[in-house]
């Protein structure tokens, strides 16, 4: 097994980091800025681009399950390497609309691409960088969510001046750099041990844990309706303008930024259970008053609160998993299955949002409420851990 040196660590937090914005941060959140200009320049219809957007979640979801059966199959090192390239190649034939069913392909293969990402980046990079900074290396690596969210509202207005389809292939370009950036800073893949059914079964899991699964799949679902309407709210919800929707994401992305290292900061400082539990209460506050606020200083605040969520969870929510379960074995497994809850969740929300948003003829604010009400379920399970056996606590922790 090879360790990492000091200064060989970053280079594979800076491919995962890469894998991470491009993604998610790019393929995902890019998407949101130009869901106004797609209506408007008449390339789909407005309930077409709702469910476009879905699309991506769809494929998320089946990237979650898929991604350890790939990496089995081509090693972790390859099978990065070949979803940043699914991820790129997307985006470059999303700038050709052939057809609504050409344009959910692709938006369903980034999605695809981003799911399997999201479940072997961290078990691909974190095994090499010391345990002293392990925290460090995963809010760097989910930190490319951050990064892509705010680079898409600053990117894309400037690539929309362009017109619809320079901007795609301006986002492309982008991806295919970060792709060839990141290709050689992979690590290379630890030697798998036999796996049998006495390693991966002679320890129950927690019921704590499947809770956590439950409880990560209704924040998933909070957070769908900003994430995909936040700027089409501002931009002609409240008639402020592409401009100002744009800037509102700005401020999204700048809280993507901050949210990793925030969060990761919780966990380390107050445990991973502790962190949950707050930012779930900020989180129901500020989309209740999302609902209801209409000046930009409020949209601008709500929208960095909002915008840590999605990024900052992740770290969060793996940090509670390591609590949870003491072997390393294990907790791969429980992150894969943590993904797919999310995953799956996220999916269904995406296409109840829009299909709400589209019999409510357009009601932003019903969307945001019900997303209050996911967060609020969220934080109640997070409460029922004490109802449960004193067992289903784990008796140790690594963090």
């Not at 060989?8 to 800076?14: K, L, N, V």
């Not at 460090?136 to 951050?146: C, D, E, M, N, V």
């Not at 982008?174 to 036999?194: K, T």
Request: net charge positive; aromatic share 10%.
């Amino acid at each position: 097994m090879r360790t990492s040196t000091s200064s060989g660590i970053w280079m594979p937090i800076f491919a995962g980091l890469c894998a991470s914005l491009v993604s998610i941060g790019l393929a995902r959140f890019a998407y949101t800025p130009l869901i106004p200009s797609l209506i408007e320049a008449r390339w789909f219809s407005a309930n077409d681009v709702v469910y476009l957007g879905a699309a991506n979640l769809v494929g998320y979801l089946i990237g979650a399950l898929l991604g350890r059966p790939t990496a089995r199959q081509l090693g972790n090192k390859n099978a990065l390497r070949l979803m940043m390239l699914v991820v790129t190649t997307a985006f470059f034939a999303c700038a050709f609309p052939l057809s609504v069913s050409w344009f959910f392909g692709w938006r369903l293969l980034s999605g695809i691409a981003g799911g399997a990402i999201m479940v072997l980046v961290a078990a691909t990079v974190l095994p090499h960088v010391p345990a002293a900074r392990k925290g460090l290396a995963s809010g760097a690596i989910f930190l490319g969510i951050g990064l892509g969210i705010a680079g898409s509202g600053t990117l894309v207005p400037p690539l929309l001046s362009l017109g619809l389809q320079a901007t795609w292939l301006g986002l492309g370009a982008l991806a295919l750099v970060l792709s060839a950036l990141s290709w050689f800073g992979w690590p290379d893949d630890f030697a798998h041990l036999p796996m049998t059914h006495e390693a991966t079964g002679a320890e129950p899991t927690p019921r704590a844990v499947y809770l956590l699964f439950a409880q990560y799949a209704f924040m998933a679902a909070g957070l769908v309706p900003a994430m995909v309407f936040l700027v089409d709210y501002v931009a002609r919800g409240l008639g402020a303008g592409a401009h100002t929707g744009a800037l509102i994401w700005v401020m999204y992305g700048l809280g993507a930024i901050v949210g990793p290292v925030s969060y990761g900061f919780l966990a380390d400082h107050l445990g991973a259970r502790a962190g949950i539990r707050m930012v779930l209460v900020v989180q129901a506050v500020a989309l209740g008053l999302l609902a209801v606020s209409h000046s930009f200083l409020a949209l601008a605040l709500l929208a960095v609160i909002l915008g840590s969520f999605p990024p900052g969870i992740v770290p969060l929510a793996l940090a509670r998993v390591h609590e949870l379960v003491p072997e390393h074995h294990g907790q791969q497994i429980a992150w894969s299955r943590a993904t797919v809850s999310f995953a799956t969740f996220q999916a269904l929300a995406g296409f109840a949002y829009s299909a709400l948003f589209n019999a409510s003829g357009g009601q932003h604010t019903l969307l945001f409420m019900f997303a209050a009400g996911a967060i609020v379920i969220a934080l109640l399970l997070e409460y029922a851990v004490k109802w449960l056996p004193a067992a289903a606590e784990p008796r140790r922790c690594t963090n």
